[in-house]
Structures are given as C-alpha cells and as structure tokens.
Nanobody
Framework: QVHLVESGGGLVRAGESLRLSCVASGTIENIQIMGWYRQGSGNQRELVAALLEDGSSEYAASVKGRFTISKDNAKNTMYLQMNNLKPEDTDVYFC????????????????????WGQGTQVTVSS
C-alpha cells in the first residue's frame, strides 16, 4: 500500500491558479492509473483528471483546457496544475493511485491496490 499526502490547496480568487501536489511514500513508476478527484455535492467523488501508465490523460469536461495532470517519477509526486480557477471549482481534492499486481502463486491471483490521500481544500472566491 502507498501512503499519499496532498498539498497545495488554498484560497484564491477567480482567474488565479494553484498547483496541487500528491507525494507518495513509495515509487510511482508501477502505478497504472493515477488521478485527482473532488468530493462534489453527492456521495460519489468526481474524477477531475487521470493519468494512465501509457502517458495518456483524461479530463472532466468542466476542467478540460484549464487543468493539467502530470507526474515526476523521480520525486514520487503527481501534480494538478489548475489555471483560470472558477468558484465552481471550490471543493476538497483527493489524489488516487491504482495498480494491480499478479501473484504467481500457487494459486495465481490478482491483488488490487487503490490508495487515497486525505484531501486538500481548494476555495475559489468570485
């Protein structure tokens, strides 16, 4: 299991920028999917951005063109650059890292590791 710690949240005005960081306790080179979520108004967290092992990325429509997800393997850190922030971006942001590992056994098995950070508050004033 990987321990994740987010930072970089804060209070900014609309149009300003923030960069969130997510530092992992171990290597992130074998992480297959990493992403940023925000809590939203419902019970289910909303995916904001995801970065896949092959380098491709996915963004929620509401942030596309404004947010950029990236990583630095040497620092075991994932980032979310948030530009042109809007009041509706106000939320608690969580980082997530997922990997699956094959256990050769016997018997063979697949172990899933889905790790979360504690969250960082982002508040955007109008």
């Amino acid at each position: 299991q990987v321990h994740l710690v987010e930072s970089g949240g804060g209070l900014v005005r609309a149009g300003e920028s923030l960069r969130l960081s997510c530092v992992a306790s171990g290597t992130i080179e074998n992480i297959q999917i990493m992403g940023w979520y925000r809590q939203g108004s419902g019970n289910q967290r909303e995916l904001v951005a995801a970065l896949l092992e092959d380098g491709s990325s996915e963004y929620a429509a509401s942030v596309k063109g404004r947010f950029t997800i990236s990583k630095d393997n040497a620092k075991n850190t994932m980032y979310l650059q948030m530009n042109n922030l809007k009041p509706e971006d106000t939320d608690v942001y969580f980082c997530n890292m997922y990997r699956a590992v094959i256990v050769h056994g016997p018997p063979p098995d697949i172990r899933h590791f889905n790790d979360w950070g504690q969250g960082t508050q982002v508040t955007v004033s109008s």
